[in-house]
């Protein structure tokens, strides 16, 4: 016996308080797509030519920004 005194129907909200429990298959889609997902990350990691590839070509941008930046176009 709970502490609160009843309520009327009236009074009372037509959604329940607490979600109801649910059944979680291990055949179900959602659940399948979830696995997948995070099968496939695990999979794949980038190798040392990719990591060195992508640093080049980030400092070789920065280069050339910095360049564009600072170029005063033979101006005296």
Same mark, same amino acid.
């Given at each position: ?56 070509? +980030?400092? +070789? ?5 910095? +360049? ?5 176009? +033979?101006?005296?």
């Amino acid at each position: 016996m709970s502490k609160t005194p009843p309520k009327p129907q009236e009074a009372q909200s037509p959604y329940p308080i607490e979600e109801a429990p649910h059944d979680h298959d291990e055949g179900s889609e959602a659940l399948k797509a979830v696995k997948d997902i995070a099968d496939a990350k695990k999979r794949w990691k980038p190798d040392a030519k990719q990591i060195g590839m992508g640093a080049a070509i +980030g400092i +070789g941008s920065a280069a050339i920004v910095a +360049g564009l930046l600072y170029w005063r176009g +033979g101006k005296k």
